[in-house]
């Protein structure tokens, strides 16, 4: 049960998503002595004041943007001063779709992705293990053979006797093999006897036995094996995902939930560890997370609480169909490489109306709801649950969204606006995606991806996020794929569907604004303005002047969140 969230006394009438913080374990921090950046270009995100030269801020509210006096005045004696020396500064930055464990967890994994032999991997897998408590699983890694000559697959023997006491399933860096230990496999009661199964494969050596790589289908077998993850150690990748956040200028992040088996489960220890870190004081980023629709009810019964606008439950979420990589993302028509295949409902929707009542019900008590759709069947689906829930439970600022709204018809555009609904879309996947799209879908559904500029001048809210683990949390790689949609393989130099790229305002505004108005908290946060949370990036190169291609390279010098300084850069000594 998801313990720490307190239950409501009496019954309180249900309220907007924008008026119910929810907030699990708020309260006031101690005022940071003031700070003031000045001599800066401030991109404030205010139209009513849309550049100044400098902010202050008091505790952990923005006080004054204007003058590099004002701001002075305003931090008041005392206050930290940093020179910009004419860099810009935005609004902290907010990524509306991250899985925050599964990123944290890898990254606080052993890095196996550099290793450049056989012979480090078992080198760097061996540094690891020495470092972490006995039995515990040893998992991620990302590994590639490919970077060895010869570029033999590895094996159990290859680490078994550096991992006595660990059992290891590492992944390969494209997550379609992994790597396990004698250990692991013995743990998971795989055998030389182990069934091959359809989609996937056991690499067996002489005699039939297993030599610790399983592809595709067959990674069940040993994942089945793999026990939840520790609280201590969700803490621990819940603080190097924070970390990972501030070093990117990331002051806000929308939690999607854990990924792979178990994710559900998972979460609510996430929430806890979040809950931990509040607590304590140490919270990095503000968090809005978002819990399985089935749990809509432990939603609508936790009681909000005051305080300090960090953590809170934000919004239920579903699953309409599923991937375009697993060709389950569901279509009107066939993949174009897969004559007869469409894609299809996800297994939420086996029952349509069980379904379609949790959502109302959890909008009924007022809770935001959240639909993953990708193909254009999918997103016409979630719009038309949309309509219908605003005819059952009357029109009201409902905040719906469609996470990754990928593929749509021309004619769904203009139902995001008359349905007020949310587009939460990762620009990152369409560098990636935009490679093979068009094989699995032709050209002209294929045109239909990624429509971020006919959802913006048809007038939809379309909120920025990395999808990360998927793709990196950086949300300068999110702008930069939004602006110039150059495709990871270079072959789009002018950009792929170039009538979709975004100018540089409209993609940082999706990046910060739209994504306070994506967790209805814009009075509070993503713009520059005094009152405001102070959340702000101050980044190495003025991404608005510069070649857009230079965007990438741009990095966060310093980041503020809550007030505080949480992250500066070792090259930001001209500070
Ligand atoms: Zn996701």
């Known amino acids: 049960m998801l313990y720490t969230i307190v239950p409501r006394r009496g019954a309180a009438p249900p309220r907007a998503p924008t008026q119910r913080p929810l907030i699990l374990e708020g309260r006031d921090v101690p005022e940071a002595a003031g700070l003031a950046i000045v001599g800066a270009q401030v991109w404030t995100g205010n139209p009513a004041q849309p550049l100044a030269e400098a902010v202050a801020v008091a505790g952990s509210r923005i006080r004054a943007v ?16 940093l020179d910009a020396r004419g860099r810009r500064v935005v609004p902290g ?16 994994s052993a890095d196996l992705r550099g290793a450049a032999s056989p012979g480090e991997l078992r080198e760097r897998l061996a540094r690891y293990a020495a470092t972490r408590p006995p039995g515990e699983w040893i998992l991620h890694g990302n590994w590639d053979h490919e970077r060895w000559t010869p570029a033999d697959l590895p094996t159990a023997a290859l680490i078994d006797d550096v991992t006595p006491e660990h059992p290891v399933w590492v992944h390969r860096s494209d997550l379609h093999m992994a790597l396990a230990n004698t250990l692991a496999m013995k743990l998971a009661g795989v055998t030389s006897d182990a069934a091959d199964m359809p989609g996937g494969e056991i690499v067996r050596g002489p ?3 297993p030599t610790g790589i399983f592809k595709d289908a067959a990674t069940s077998l040993v994942e089945r094996a793999i026990p939840p993850p520790s609280p201590a150690r969700i803490l621990e990748a819940i603080r190097a995902a924070q970390d990972l956040a501030a070093a990117h200028g990331v002051t806000s992040v929308h939690d999607m939930g854990v990924l792979g088996g178990r994710g559900a489960e998972t979460m609510l220890e996430v929430l806890r560890a979040y809950q931990t870190l509040e607590r304590r004081g140490e919270l990095k980023v503000r968090v809005s997370a978002h819990l399985p629709l089935a749990e809509w009810r432990r939603v609508a019964e936790a009681e909000p609480m005051p305080g300090g606008h960090r953590l809170r ?10 991937s375009l990589g697993s060709s389950t993302a569901w279509f009107y028509e066939p993949y174009a490489d897969a004559p007869g295949v469409s894609g299809g409902p996800s297994d939420e929707l086996a029952d349509p109306e069980r379904h379609y009542r949790r959502i109302r019900d959890a909008d009924a008590a007022g809770i935001q709801v959240a639909l993953h759709a990708i193909g254009d069947r999918a997103n016409a689906l979630a719009l038309d649950l949309w309509e219908r829930l605003a005819a059952d439970n009357g029109a009201r600022d409902r905040r719906g969204r469609i996470e990754h709204a990928q ?50 001048e048809a007038g939809a809210v379309v909120a920025f996020g990395s999808d990360w683990s998927v793709a990196p949390l950086d949300p300068l790689l999110t702008i930069h794929a939004a602006v110039t949609r150059r495709t990871l393989d270079g072959r789009n130099p002018a950009g792929w569907i170039p009538e979709q790229k975004l100018s540089i305002a409209q993609a940082v505004r999706a990046c910060t604004w739209q994504g306070a108005y994506a967790s209805g908290e814009e009075r509070l946060k993503g713009s520059i303005e005094p009152g405001k949370l102070a959340d702000l990036a101050l980044l190495s190169d003025d991404i608005f002047a510069i070649d857009p291609e230079r965007i990438r390279d741009t990095r966060v010098d310093v980041t503020v969140f809550d007030g505080r300084i949480v992250h500066q850069s070792e090259t930001s000594d001209r500070l």
């Open 66 to 81: 204007g003058t590099n006096a004002e701001a002075l005045a305003a931090a008041g004696p005392g206050a930290r001063v």
């Open 313 to 322: 439950v934000g919004a239920v979420k579903s699953f309409v169909d599923g």
């Open 207 to 209: 005699a039939g036995r």
């Open 407 to 456: 593929h749509l018809r021309p004619e769904d555009v203009a139902r995001f606006v008359a349905a007020r609904v949310i587009a939460s879309v990762q620009p990152y996947h369409c560098l990636d995606d935009g490679r093979w799209a068009e094989k699995r879908l032709g050209p002209a559904r294929a045109r239909l991806s990624f429509s971020f500029r006919s959802l913006i």
């Open 93 to 108: 930055f907010d990524d509306t779709h991250v899985h925050f464990f599964t990123g944290g967890d890898a990254l606080a």
